[in-house]
């Protein structure tokens, strides 16, 4: 067990590591902190802290710096976020008001975020499969091609390219337009794909149902990947910026980030606080080969469902400040999927 007192010098350990970069001595935190005790008492309260693997001396060093555990009960019991400043509030607000349309606005997301933090920042998009199919759109472009524009009621556009067999008329774009409009808008994008997969060949010589397929062979592709859960992210260039901070190779963190899969999975099993905010340090990362790296997130909602925001980066992190941007971004994004709802 530790003391009260323990925990406090725990906080000044986590708080002037984080600033300094420099292991903490008992001679540091009692000129640094308003203790009212001796240097003595703080080395004890420091062996105690060391016992409970909370603190650890790298090499030879005389003074100590966090161990993964350590931070986790900084993060748990210790950590006070701090607000943002109000300039760093307008900066948000304007910047993500400028989104155009949902992508935009989650890239605009993590690169606030990793501006703000200094941090790798990722932004689930939420999950699609709920969402209807609000609108279908086709555009004759010349010659064997028809850009085919999907919009669901979440506010996600997807256009693509379908090379057709032959080049349609207006009058065909027109018959394709309403065959594929009926067959699909205002349903969800879980049963338009379904639809979409199970509609019947086209029958031999007819020219529109030929051009049907192909453009339906579109819309069920792009279909599938709205279905998918994807991550948005911004700030790797940070990693390598920071690559003091991490004891082995920041490979792992750099594959994790290209692959996506091992965050998608970490984000989804993170457990979150009353405060919708969750954290996973060090060890409790092993299982994604990221037991170097710190990872936060924050719960954001629209009308397709929730997801996630949040930060990758090394433990030696300004967490009562990351939490808090991670949370505040949380709310505005939340707040700006709801008004478009809401305008809709």
């Avoid at 997807?158 to 009058?171: C, N």
């Avoid at 049963?191 to 192909?214: E, H, K, S, Y």
């Amino acid at each position: 067990m530790v003391s009260e007192r323990g925990l406090q010098v725990l906080r000044a350990i986590v708080q002037d590591y984080v600033d300094t970069r420099e292991p903490v001595g008992s001679k540091a935190i009692v000129e640094r902190h308003a203790f009212g005790v001796s240097a003595a008492t703080i080395r004890n309260d420091m062996a105690l802290l060391e016992d409970e693997d909370l603190i650890v001396a790298p090499h030879t060093s005389s003074g100590r710096v966090p161990t993964d555990k350590g931070y986790r009960v900084f993060v748990d019991h210790l950590a006070e976020l701090r607000p943002l400043s109000s300039a760093q509030r307008s900066a948000i607000t304007s910047f993500l008001d400028e989104a155009g349309d949902l992508d935009d606005l989650l890239a605009r997301t993590v690169r606030a975020l990793t501006q703000l933090t200094g941090q790798v920042a990722i932004v689930q998009y939420p999950s699609f499969a709920r969402a209807n199919l609000s609108h279908v759109e086709l555009v004759a472009l010349g010659g064997p091609r028809v850009l085919v524009i999907l919009v669901t009621d979440t506010g996600r556009v997807s256009q693509r390219i379908a090379l057709v067999p032959f080049e349609p008329s207006e009058g065909d774009i027109v018959q394709l337009r309403a065959r594929v409009g009926a067959l699909l808008v205002g349903r969800s994008v879980a049963d338009c794909a379904q639809t979409v997969a199970t509609t019947d060949a086209p029958r031999p010589g007819n020219a529109l149902d030929a051009i049907a397929d192909a453009v339906l062979r579109v819309v069920g592709e792009e279909l599938e990947e709205f279905r998918q859960d994807r991550l948005v992210m911004a700030g790797a260039a940070t990693l390598a910026k920071r690559e003091s901070d991490f004891r082995g190779s920041i490979y792992p963190l750099l594959e994790a980030i290209e692959e996506q899969v091992t965050l998608l999975r970490l984000m989804t099993e993170m457990v979150a606080d009353e405060q919708g905010l969750s954290a996973s340090i060090g060890r409790e990362n092993e299982p994604f080969g990221l037991v170097e790296a710190s990872v936060l997130a924050s719960r954001y909602d629209g009308s397709a469902g929730g997801a996630r925001v949040g930060l990758l980066g090394p433990m030696r992190m300004d967490y009562s400040s990351n939490l808090a941007a991670v949370r505040a971004v949380a709310h505005y994004l939340t707040r700006m999927l709801e008004d478009d709802d809401t305008a809709r």
